[in-house]
Structure formats: structure tokens, C-alpha cells
């Protein structure tokens, strides 16, 4: 499926039907689709990234809970930054997560954005 884009809020074009290798962006309670693979994040479990501003022995991570469906099955898993998952002939894997944190500011949730890959086999 696709959504309206652009500042005329026309329909995107169409993805080919042999494509493989989608990318999803949505936000906690979101729900899209790509590849017949509809991408739900529920709860941040954790979110652990080294501040902008801050030198860390360790990066961190963010943890997602999500539940990640297709017509004939329906999951719920914690996916981990950078971590592919597999749900049935796919492998889902939470690429990136915005905003970044700074020492001095706590992220609302409403404000988290997460992009996921999904790949079919």
C-alpha cells in the first residue's frame, strides 16, 4: 500500500511486485506496511544511547516492544537497534531511531520516531 506524499498530497507510485527490501518510519501506536508486513511499536522498553553531548564508554541501544503481522501470522517481539529479527519469511530490523538524546533533554515518547528494514527471504 501506499500514502499520499509531497505538498500536493498526491498518491505515491507504486512499489514493483518482485521488490524484496522495504523501509518503514512510524511512530509509538503507528502501523505501516511494507512487503504485506504491517510494523506496530507498542511500548519503548528502553532507550540507553550515549547523549550527543556526552563521551560514553558505551553507545547504548533502544529497545522497541512491536507487533509485526502478516496476513497468516501475528507476533509481538522486543526488537533491539541494529538487531534483525526473524518473523516467518522475513527479517525485520529497527535501523534507526530519532530524536537523537542530549544530557539536558528527556524525549517525550510522542516524539520518538523509529525506521525499520524489513527483507524478505
Known sequence: SV???????EFAACPPADRTLATVTTYLGGSPA???V???????VSDSRCPQDVQC???GTVEVRTVLSTAV???E???TLGEPQQFGDFKVTLTDVSPYPRST?????SSYRFTFRIEKR
Open 3 to 9: 500514502g499520499r506524499t509531497g505538498p500536493q498530497c
Open 34 to 36: 511494507a512487503l504485506g
Open 38 to 44: 504491517t510494523v506496530n511499536p507498542k511500548t519503548l
Open 57 to 59: 564508554v558505551w553507545a
Open 73 to 75: 501470522s501475528h507476533g
Open 77 to 79: 517481539q522486543t526488537l
Open 105 to 109: 533533554e528527556t524525549i517525550p515518547e
